[in-house]
């Protein structure tokens, strides 16, 4: 490999997402490079390509053609991101074969699954549903997977207890999930001669954000930061292994009762000003700036009196001087709008974001299928809805059908009609 | 000035069209041999009519006399076709080449290409300018006289479908998105929207009127919208259930194909899988009939210029994969203004 082409990926080191797997240095190169004038078109063909191939697939092996999409996404989006629609495929996928049995136990399908969950809100829920469904109960990497999630939340014991289920179910193989194991006991151990306080037994810490830490923002509206974090957002924070610098704030439950001593403090230093001393209050679990959505209209202001007038705030006085203004302080000016927002919000057609987790949606999904083999169903869609919604694109019919027809159409008329395109765009 | 006429007529002596359902339906003789992907009738008569196919040609009918008069090829299926001006017809598909056919001398020119294939061809009369759609996220325009590619722009998604109105551009692409565009200033989307309708986009056509266009889904509804996106204009904008048929306690789900507004009236018919035509009236919010139902599924409706006929495109889309279906259709049928002027009440 050249020398500036290792330059150009330390350059933008940063923007690659680390994979459990690594990633191949050529794939990288050709994936940055690709990615520097936007989602080029040669992307986008290779995923139509995928895209197709996962719809016209009628061989024995379906999850193949998943496991080389999926594997191809994350290398060609290393930053991952809203583009790359990695979350949405990983959900379609194991989705789609949680009725298979036969690939309950493959290797493939069970990655597929750790994937998705580290791409969850809640890994811990996921490997629960798995065990549940008997999904990968006896491939070490399920476990080894799980045990690190509990690790990474500071509850040690939960993940020596994964280990032993593990070793119960006789998972495979059985030396990778043994060094795992010792490796974990060596941490542990270490950390108990180290003599780091552990706080939390039981209960896995909530993910919290750091102030002044820095948010990555989804999608084009750059202001919002998402309130959900996944995978590695949360782990860097609360993970239990690291010692943390500062206590972690608002874990109201865990946290000893500190009985003020006035004389301590002020032998220790008097003098300093307290400015501190206005620590955050504690924030009550699991709420972060997020604001569950209620019904507005069918809320009744009350009314405060039977004279019908309502306590309003009183309008703020005027001042009764003038305020100065200087001459040259112009009002801000604003960046001029294509559309004005105010009106323009009228035009987005979307619902109030209905509280859904991956799971839900997971257990929802089950649950209709059960209703369908039931004959429970009210409606029918008179067309083929699996094969349009396949993938993380939609296909249109006509879509359909054209991928049909190059299959039957033979090789030599598509060599004369690329002559034609070549010709043409000449 | 050219001769609009094509070949010249000479029209059988005696020749009565085929009769149908009634002697206000025939059925078109010589059609395609393979599902039908778009019927467009002549912007200046109601004697010409062209129809673009999966047999991979394009083909102009003579609705009067009952007859194809010229036919030509494309190296793959064709989905869809428009007419410039009288004696011009332009076209796209599979092959992702755009090509205009001159009507009276028979000849073809390619125009430019796509990098997939062409989804959607429609022209522009108030800017003077072709437009087509395409699968590789991009809509280009072209100027019909030299005739030469005049812009590429890129959308957000697969175009699925798109409509003029007056000089502006609506765009309606994969994930149920729509775009607004300003034909006489492309360097922004006027407005991003979203489809109002829950599942996959399949059609939109503009109102006559320019004031807003209607769109469908592939689950049996059809969405009325409008342009102007100040609130009061917006609190108008409505959707309704169609094409559904309902069996036994099991409402079956059509997807709507086809949208055709009549020009002068601004009702519009619908078409869908099940086979059925329905014409609305946007203003009261009724349908105003209901015709026969179709060998199978309405792929593509066309008025004419003045109303008064409606090209009728029954041909299996494969919407429930290959399997065997009845034959390929056009059916032209004489529409009154009690089928399709709105009840003044």
Redesign the interface.
């Known amino acids: 490999m050249a020398e500036g082409g290792d330059m150009e990926w330390e350059l933008s080191k940063e923007n690659i997402q680390p994979l459990r797997r690594g990633r191949a240095i050529s794939a990288l190169h050709e994936a940055l490079s690709l990615q520097q004038d936007g989602l080029s ?1 040669a992307i ?2 290779q995923r ?1 390509a995928f895209e197709s191939e996962l719809r016209m697939y009628d061989g024995d092996d379906p999850l193949d053609v998943w496991d080389r999409y999926i594997k191809w996404t994350e290398q060609t989006f290393p930053q991952g991101g809203k583009e790359s629609n990695l979350a949405t495929l990983l959900e379609r996928a194991v989705t789609r074969f949680t009725e298979e049995k036969k690939y309950h136990d493959d290797p493939r399908y069970v990655d597929l699954w750790i994937k998705f969950a580290e791409n969850c809100p809640e890994p811990l829920d996921i490997f629960r549903y798995m065990q549940a469904q008997g999904i990968g109960v006896t491939q070490a990497s399920l476990y080894i997977a799980w045990s690190e999630e509990y690790e990474n939340q500071g509850n040690c014991r939960k993940a020596d207890l994964v280990y032993q289920e593990g070793f119960k179910k006789c998972a495979e193989p059985h030396d990778k999930l043994l060094q795992f194991h010792k490796a974990l006991q060596a941490r542990v151990s270490r950390q108990v001669m180290m003599n780091v306080e552990e706080d939390s037994d039981d209960e896995p810490k909530q993910p919290e954000r750091v102030s002044l830490a820095e948010l990555k923002h989804r999608g084009k509206k750059k202001a919002i930061a998402p309130i959900n974090r996944t995978g590695s957002a949360i782990r860097s924070i609360s993970g239990g292994m690291q010692s943390h610098g500062a206590p972690v704030l608002g874990n109201a439950s865990n946290s000893r009762l500190v009985v003020f001593d006035e004389n301590k403090t002020q032998s220790a230093g008097p003098s300093e000003p307290k400015l501190e001393a206005w620590a955050a209050p504690p924030t009550s679990r699991a709420k972060e700036n997020e604001r569950n959505p209620e019904k507005w209209c069918g809320v009744k202001v009350p009314q405060k009196s039977k004279f019908g007038h309502t306590v309003m705030a009183p309008p703020p006085p005027k001042p009764t001087f003038q305020p100065f203004v200087e001459e040259s302080d112009q009002p801000p000016t604003m960046t001029p709008c ?3 927002p105010a ?2 919000t ?5 619902k109030p974001h209905r509280e859904e987790t991956p799971l839900k949606r997971l257990q929802e999904h089950h649950q209709q299928q059960k209703e369908a083999e039931s004959g429970k ?8 809805k699996e094969l ?1 919604l396949s993938g993380a ?10 991928e ?3 299959k039957k ?1 033979t090789p030599e ?1 598509r060599g ?2 690329d002559q ?2 070549a010709s ?2 000449n | 000035m050219t001769n609009h006429f094509y070949t010249p007529i000479s029209r059988p002596e005696g020749h009565q069209p085929e009769a149908m359902t009634g002697s206000n339906e025939y059925k078109l003789n010589q059609g395609p041999e393979d ?1 039908i ?1 778009a019927v467009k009738f002549s912007p200046s008569t109601a004697q010409f009519l062209l129809v673009s196919s ?1 047999d991979c040609t394009v083909r102009l009918f003579d609705v009067t006399a009952n007859t194809m008069r010229m036919k030509y090829q494309h ?3 064709v ?1 869809d076709c428009a007419f410039y001006d009288p004696t011009h017809s332009w076209s796209g598909g ?4 755009l090509k205009t056919h001159d009507l009276n001398t028979d000849q073809d020119t ?1 125009v ?2 796509h ?3 062409i ?1 959607c061809v429609e022209y522009c009369p108030e800017v003077n300018v072709m437009v087509t759609g395409s ?3 991009s809509v280009r325009l072209w100027d019909p006289r030299t005739p030469c590619n005049a812009g590429t722009f890129t959308q957000p ?2 175009v ?1 479908t798109l409509s003029v109105a007056g000089d502006r551009l609506i765009v309606g692409t ?2 149920r998105r729509v775009l607004v565009w300003d034909l006489r200033n492309m360097g ?1 989307v ?7 309708l829950k599942y ?1 986009t ?1 059609c939109i056509r503009a109102f006559p009127n320019k004031q807003g266009y209607v769109l469908s889904s ?2 049996g509804r059809v969405a009325v919208e409008y342009l102007d ?3 009061e204009v ?1 609190k108008k904008k409505y959707a309704f259930k169609c094409h559904r048929l309902k069996e036994e ?7 709507v194909n086809a949208i055709s507004f009549h020009s002068i009236h601004n009702t519009f018919a619908t078409g869908g ?2 086979g059925f035509v329905n014409i609305w009236d946007p203003f009261n919010k009724k349908r105003l009939c209901q015709f026969h139902r179709y060998p199978t599924s309405i792929a593509s409706l066309a008025f004419n210029n003045d109303g008064t006929m409606l090209a009728i495109a029954s041909s299996y ?6 399997i065997s279906h009845p034959e390929d259709a056009i059916f032209i049928r004489q529409v009154t203004d009690a089928e399709t002027k709105p009840k003044s009440t």
């Open positions: 078109s986008n063909q139509q294509k559309i004005n009106v323009n009228v035009l987005s057609a979307r169903l009210q409606e029918q869609s008179m067309y083929c349009l694109t939609e296909f249109c019919f006509e879509e359909l059908r054209a049909r027809y190059f159409v008329v004369q009609m034609a395109c043409a765009s | 599902g992907s999966w190296t793959a299926p989905l599979l092959d992702a080449q390619i430019g290409t990098d997939a294939a989804r699968w590789d996220r998604e697969k699925y994969a994930g922004y006027q407005q991003r929207r979203e489809s109002s996959q399949r592939i689950e996106p100040s609130q917006q306690g099991i409402e079956f789900v059509y997807p899988s099940d889309m494969h919407e429930r994969g290959d």
